[in-house]
């Protein structure tokens, strides 16, 4: 069984920065596809940036060319570098994993979910 496990968030002020961990992934000679998400209070769940075991990428248009993901498949670590952050981007964030194709911003895609770390931005 998966256990992911995510770190790094905390108190930034706007258009500071911040980065993500995420540790527990253990498929690396299959394909599969890693992602990062985000829940608001009183908000849905979104798709903020995700990975594919083949390095692509897919983006939310809300934080594209402000975050940045990117996997070491030696240390088995997803991350999510955080820049120029909004009072926008504050939520619990989330990191999933799943075998298969194609980087995906859905979350009912994903069958392994990190417990999340908070990130709260003040202007």
């Known amino acids: 069984q998966v256990h992911l496990v995510e770190s790094g968030g905390g108190s930034v002020l706007a258009g500071g920065s911040l980065s993500l961990s995420c540790a527990g992934w253990?498929?690396?000679?299959?394909?599969?596809?890693m992602g990062w998400f985000r829940q608001a209070p009183g908000k849905e769940r979104e798709g903020v940036a995700s990975i594919d075991s083949d390095g692509r990428t897919k983006y939310a248009d809300s934080v594209k060319g402000r975050f940045s993901i990117s996997q070491d498949s030696a240390t088995k670590t997803l991350y999510l570098q955080m820049n120029s952050l909004k009072p926008e981007d504050t939520a619990m964030y989330y990191c999933?994993?799943?075998?298969?194709?194609?980087?995906?911003?859905?979350?009912?895609?994903?069958?392994?979910w990190g417990q999340g770390t908070q990130v709260t931005v003040s202007s």
């Open positions: 999933a994993g799943d075998r298969g194709w194609s980087p995906s911003l859905r979350g009912v895609d994903y069958n392994n």
């Open positions: 253990v498929y690396t000679s299959t394909s599969y596809y």
